[in-house]
């Protein structure tokens, strides 16, 4: 199975400030077809995940720009530019390279 | 706009069998999706169980494998799971999905359901 490593675990964060969250991988997620099958999923409190960013840097419909993904191989990251109180959740990368699928541990963002 | 709708009982008692239906809207179960189940047990990280094609191909997390039949039935644009054997160790947030073929992204979410194993 690939294993997926995401740090940090607890993310504080200021209001306005900028969060990174890193997801490595034990084997690279760079398809022959030139695209990384690495998905970001955040999940507010009480609901279910919801799709944020897709093939390693492309935002899913409706998500703001102020998250950004990138990164290839085996390191990935999360970028939000400007942390808002709306951003509290946590936020879970998944390979979709082979099966069986996996997910990182989960990172909670947290307002400071 | 595509819904996904879980049901099932939300207490089992250990060595029984967990069942749980989705239920799709918006959508047709026939279509080129891979209908998915993951679950998230309590302050947990997402595990894959695994996914049914409408054609009834399946892939399961070998770590399940033994214990884990998920079906379709297309006459009533739904999917379900069966967990055999189930312990503690299974007590979690259901949830279903859709993975759209050939996307490589889990696109829809269903809202999740509580299980418990508890005698």
């Known amino acids: 199975d690939i294993v997926m490593t995401q740090s940090p675990l607890p993310l504080p964060v200021t209001p306005g400030e900028p969060a990174s969250i890193s997801c490595r991988s034990s084997?690279?997620?760079?398809?022959?077809?030139?695209?990384?099958?690495l998905n970001w999923y955040v999940q507010k409190p009480g609901q279910s995940p919801q799709l944020l960013i897709y093939l390693g840097s492309n935002r899913a419909s409706g998500v703001p720009d102020r998250f950004s993904g990138s990164g290839s191989g085996t390191d990935f990251t999360l970028r939000i530019s400007r942390v808002e109180a709306e951003d509290v959740a946590i936020y879970h990368c998944?390979?979709?390279?082979?099966?069986?699928?996996?997910f990182g541990q989960g990172t909670k963002l947290e307002i400071k | 706009q595509v819904q996904l709708q879980e049901s099932g009982p939300g207490l089992v008692k250990p060595s029984g069998t967990l069942s749980l239906t989705c239920a799709v809207s918006?959508?047709?179960?026939?279509?080129?999706?891979?209908w998915t189940w993951v679950r998230q047990p309590p302050e947990k990280g997402l595990e894959w169980i695994g996914e049914i094609f409408h054609s009834g191909n399946t892939n399961y997390n070998p770590s399940l494998k033994s214990r884990v039949t998920i079906s379709v039935d297309n006459s009533k644009n739904q999917f379900s799971l069966r967990l055999n054997s189930v312990t503690a160790a299974d007590t979690a947030v259901y949830y279903c999905a859709r993975k759209p073929y050939g996307a490589n992204k889990i696109d829809y979410w269903g809202q999740g359901t509580l299980v418990t194993v508890s005698s």
């Open positions: 918006g959508d047709s179960i026939s279509t080129s999706n891979w």
């Open positions: 998944m390979q979709t390279l082979q099966t069986p699928f996996t």
């Open positions: 084997q690279s997620l760079l398809h022959s077809n030139g695209y990384n099958y």
